[in-house]
């Protein structure tokens, strides 16, 4: 299971952190990500993390926002910087083994529950 957390209201220029805890060995060992989707709006990748930690990013936040993971806590996280009001968003965790294509969504098997994140001008 996958369990979202951290999300809330910002003004733009401020920063966030998100966490999701991750349950069960084989989530954690595989790739690893964040997406998001706004009203309206496909839902599309934020950050991945690879399984040997690689990290991929968004064009859109590539120089803002930093993925990282916590093996011994089974953790993910996601540094947002410098956010702005296009960040605006539900953000979800995500997982899978061997994702087709890292920055896919429908690559992702298993899915948390999200977490709002709004960004005020």
């Known amino acids: 299971q996958l369990a979202e957390s951290g999300g809330g209201s910002v003004q733009a220029g401020g920063s966030l952190r998100l966490t999701c805890s991750v349950s069960g060995y084989t989530y954690f060992s595989g790739y690893l990500g964040w997406f998001r989707q706004a009203p309206g709006k496909e839902r599309e990748a934020v950050a991945i993390?690879?399984?040997?930690?690689?990290?991929f990013y968004g064009d859109s936040v590539k120089g803002r926002f930093t993925i990282g993971k916590d093996s011994a806590k089974n953790t993910l996280y996601l540094h947002m910087n410098r956010l702005k009001s296009d960040d605006t968003a539900m953000y979800y965790c995500?997982?899978?083994?061997?994702?087709?294509?890292?920055?896919?969504?429908?690559?992702?098997?298993?899915w948390g529950q999200g977490t709002q994140v709004t960004v005020s001008s």
């Open positions: 995500a997982a899978d083994r061997a994702p087709a294509r890292i920055l896919a969504p429908e690559s992702y098997k298993f």
């Open positions: 993390i690879s399984s040997d930690d690689s990290p």
